[in-house]
């Protein structure tokens, strides 16, 4: 009898520690590569909902300044309410960390540059001239979107992590 009561000890033991220590070897980046990556894949759900009335009106369709206004603010708004929803997410580990704020840079660039083609409609044209910043930001923006999606793509390659649609 006693040896059965010491055999169901060690298995009440072994069922109790058995997921906590499982859970002590998990790969915390990686749980939050999954989190994140699929948090991505939600944002650009609704930024593809979002962006599907917005993209249907081209620039150059426009025919007064008014609707190019009207164009540029909508692509602007369009990006402020994904670079809200970016920052809304709070990245736990320095991995995802870094590469959460290289997606936020990101945004901002952008909506810096909607902001400056806003300013130069609202410039006559004879007044414009080369602007160095808007070249700077489209670089920067270039530059970003790469090192983004290299980095993204890399840790997901190394913690073997795939979408889940």
């Given at each position: 009898?006693?040896?059965?009561?010491?055999?169901?000890?060690?298995?009440?033991?072994?069922?109790?520690?058995?997921?906590?220590?499982?859970?002590?070897?998990?790969?915390?980046?990686?749980?939050?590569?999954?989190?994140?990556v699929t948090f991505e894949f939600e944002q650009g759900k609704k930024a593809q909902a979002l962006s599907s009335e917005v993209e249907?009106?081209?620039?150059?369709?426009?025919?007064?300044?008014?609707?190019?206004?009207?164009?540029?603010?909508?692509?602007?708004?369009?990006?402020?309410?994904?670079?809200?929803?970016?920052?809304?997410?709070?990245?736990?580990?320095?991995?995802?960390?870094?590469?959460?704020?290289?997606?936020?840079t990101l945004l901002e660039n952008k909506v810096q540059v909607y902001e400056k083609f806003i300013e130069?409609?609202?410039?006559?044209?004879?007044?414009?001239?080369?602007?160095?910043?808007?070249?700077?930001?489209?670089?920067?923006?270039?530059?970003?979107?790469?090192?983004?999606?290299?980095?993204?793509?890399?840790?997901?390659?190394?913690?073997?992590?795939?979408?889940?649609?």
């Amino acid at each position: 009898m006693n040896w059965k009561k010491e055999l169901a000890i060690v298995g009440l033991c072994v069922a109790v520690l058995v997921p906590v220590l499982s859970g002590c070897f998990s790969d915390p980046v990686k749980s939050e590569l999954e989190e994140y990556v699929t948090f991505e894949f939600e944002q650009g759900k609704k930024a593809q909902a979002l962006s599907s009335e917005v993209e249907d009106r081209s620039i150059t369709s426009a025919q007064t300044k008014e609707e190019l206004m009207q164009i540029l603010q909508q692509r602007k708004e369009h990006l402020l309410k994904k670079l809200d929803g970016q920052r809304k997410y709070e990245a736990k580990t320095p991995q995802i960390k870094e590469i959460h704020a290289k997606g936020i840079t990101l945004l901002e660039n952008k909506v810096q540059v909607y902001e400056k083609f806003i300013e130069m409609v609202n410039t006559p044209q004879e007044r414009w001239e080369r602007d160095e910043m808007l070249q700077q930001r489209q670089l920067e923006i270039d530059r970003l979107n790469k090192e983004y999606q290299r980095e993204l793509r890399s840790l997901m390659t190394d913690k073997n992590v795939r979408v889940k649609i």
